[in-house]
């Protein structure tokens, strides 16, 4: 099986981003960057199916060039190779889905994968709309939100994920694209010998052919109002637990 | 004309369709809303339907659209939206919208904007749309030609407001035929994995951690102040993903939908996905590092601390009572 994942290259969960002087955009500069959470859930589901039939993985993503690390940290999980499409227009944390999209559909289209994989959404903008247009932009038949992934040649038979802790499987002819759920595996991480592995593997560059106009823009950017008063309770943790303690008890009273 | 694009499963609308109309008539202004609904057997969702203020209920009463594929309805709804050229179309950011909606406006080559909490109507509309993990909150400008495609989440608009009619709408249906050939997912029948053993919705108080917890080795902590609470222990997904934690004790968009007395929060930052499914607790309490942490604009006490400082406190303090 040849097996494409794509990735994007994410701020940390951990960086509070700070609106920028555009009040469009956050200061990248401050950010700290890793690999998408659900794309390292799509990674790993593409390493076990390679164990199971063979084939290879081929990391993929479209971004600036400090996107390349999520590369290699994918080679060092044991991807085979990396494809990396690089491009100016691509450089915002804010670039649109189907800007995206169109960057990735031009360098997997000629790869001929029987699978695309990515994660379900992305943790930066999690607009959950970038696996799917791809699909479309290939031609291909897609799932989403999938929790299990059994290959049986030449159809592929995924569980999705519905609301409220339901299921429902579905099977669709390969090549197909499907968009992985956080959760679907454990995750394995670089071991030194895949790391030093990772420095003979190639990363291939490539320029996208043509990127599509962005289809939204954002406009703004803004804290989100409090919904809530809030009563914030500091001092030690010994006297913050006192007082909290006391008020659950006596001003809430959801405690005896 | 505004279309909604409202879902039904089993003859049985949806509840966040009514959030979607709610949504459609705040953008329509003057606009005529039209509502449309996909399925064997639509009758029982059409007529709900039909009692909201809205010009017409559409059916696309079709074998081919169920059980739902999103092909058949990229297919269907792409014939639908040629038909009745509106300016924009609505739908619930459910799970379904997030299959095939992305889709359809791919195949149409318009702009959609996903999980939309609020619209600012004027010479430009634009939409509200949570990002980083719910930390900001970005406007979003819809480009290029209409229709442009609007998505909500689940839970931001108020469907119990969406205008109801002085009298049932029309519901007629829309003359369009599926493609076949078009379909290639072949969809099983939904089912729930074994039974939940934990009912976590029965619940008055509960404990639930977070990705601050750091190791499964803590989640002792967190279950000792469980304990001297009364409370049950949960989490939010990353815990039971990295299997920490058996699924059923997940709280949120995919696990479990809680509503106890006491909620504490400790360290999770409250992601949106967590936030729809423990919001309506009556008390939050929240304990995390971050003091911009998404979780502080729910509770109503937090501490903003180090929790393994923090809930031994609390438990001494529990257990002196």
């Known amino acids: ?256 | 004309m505004i279309v909604v694009v409202a879902e039904q499963q089993r003859g049985k609308l949806h509840r966040a369709s009514w959030e979607a109309i709610a949504a459609a008539q705040e953008l329509a202004g003057d606009e005529p809303i039209a509502a449309i609904v996909l399925g064997a057997d639509t009758a029982g969702a059409a007529s709900e339907l039909s009692q909201a203020a809205v010009s017409a209920v559409r059916v696309i009463d079709s074998p081919l659209v169920e059980p739902y594929t999103p092909d058949a309805y990229v297919d269907a709804l792409e014939k639908a939206i040629g038909e009745l050229k509106p300016s924009h179309v609505v739908l619930a950011h459910t799970y379904r919208a997030r299959d095939f909606a992305p889709k359809l406006a791919a195949r149409l080559d318009r702009a959609l904007v996903t999980d939309c909490v609020g619209i600012r109507r004027g010479e430009k509309t634009t939409y509200l749309r949570p990002v980083y993990q719910g930390k900001l909150v970005a406007e979003v400008a819809a480009e290029g030609e209409p229709p442009h495609f609007v998505s909500v989440q689940i839970g931001a608009f108020r469907g119990d407001a969406a205008r109801r009619g002085p009298a049932p709408a029309p519901v007629t249906p829309l003359g369009i035929a599926v493609e076949p050939s078009a379909i290639r997912q072949k969809a099983e029948e939904p089912f729930q994995e074994a039974r939940q053993a934990v009912d976590l919705s029965q619940a008055e108080r509960i404990v639930a951690v977070g990705r601050g917890i750091k190791a499964q080795e803590h989640l002792a902590l967190a279950e000792k102040l469980a304990s001297a609470l009364g409370a049950q222990l949960a989490a939010s997904r990353p815990i039971c993903d990295s299997g920490w934690l058996p699924m059923e004790r997940q709280v949120g968009s995919s696990g479990q939908t809680v509503a106890p007395k006491l909620y504490i929060a400790l360290g999770i930052s409250g992601a949106i996905q967590h936030v729809v499914g423990m919001k309506g607790a009556r008390t939050i309490v929240a304990v995390n590092k971050d003091p911009d942490a998404p979780i502080f604009e729910i509770a109503d006490y937090g501490i903003v601390g180090d929790l393994f400082e923090i809930v031994p406190a609390m438990i001494n303090e529990l257990q002196k009572a």
């Open chain 1, 1 to 256: 099986m040849r097996i494409a994942v794509c990735i994007k290259q994410v701020p940390t969960r951990e960086w509070q981003p700070r609106i920028d002087e555009s009040r469009r955009g956050v200061r990248e500069q401050d950010a700290s960057f890793e690999m998408n959470e659900p794309d390292a859930y799509a990674l790993e589901e593409a390493l076990r199916l390679r164990e199971k039939h063979g084939g290879e993985v081929v990391a993929c993503t479209a971004g600036p060039a400090r996107a390349s690390q999520v590369l290699r940290e994918a080679l060092a999980r044991g991807a085979d190779r990396a494809i990396h499409v690089e491009d100016d227009r691509l450089k915002s944390i804010g670039t649109d889905a189907f800007v995206l999209a169109g960057a990735l559909a031009d360098a997997v289209r000629g790869e001929k994968f029987d699978l695309v994989l990515t994660g379900l959404q992305s943790d930066d903008l999690g607009a959950a709309q970038t696996g799917v247009i791809l699909a479309e932009r290939l031609g291909l038949p897609h799932a989403t939100i999938v929790m299990e992934v059994q290959v049986q040649e030449p159809h592929v038979r995924v569980k999705r994920e519905l609301e409220g802790g339901w299921f429902k499987w579905v099977q669709m002819p390969l090549p197909a694209l499907v968009t992985i759920q956080s959760g679907i595996n454990q995750l394995r991480y670089a071991t030194l010998k895949g790391i030093m592995a990772a420095k003979k593997k190639e990363i291939r560059k490539v320029a996208p052919v043509s990127l599509p106009p962005a289809r939204t823009a954002i406009v703004g950017l803004e804290v989100p109002p409090k919904t809530k008063q809030t009563e914030l309770i500091s001092g030690s943790p010994a006297d913050a637990a006192k007082e909290l303690v006391d008020k659950l008890k006596n001003q809430a009273r959801v405690i005896e």
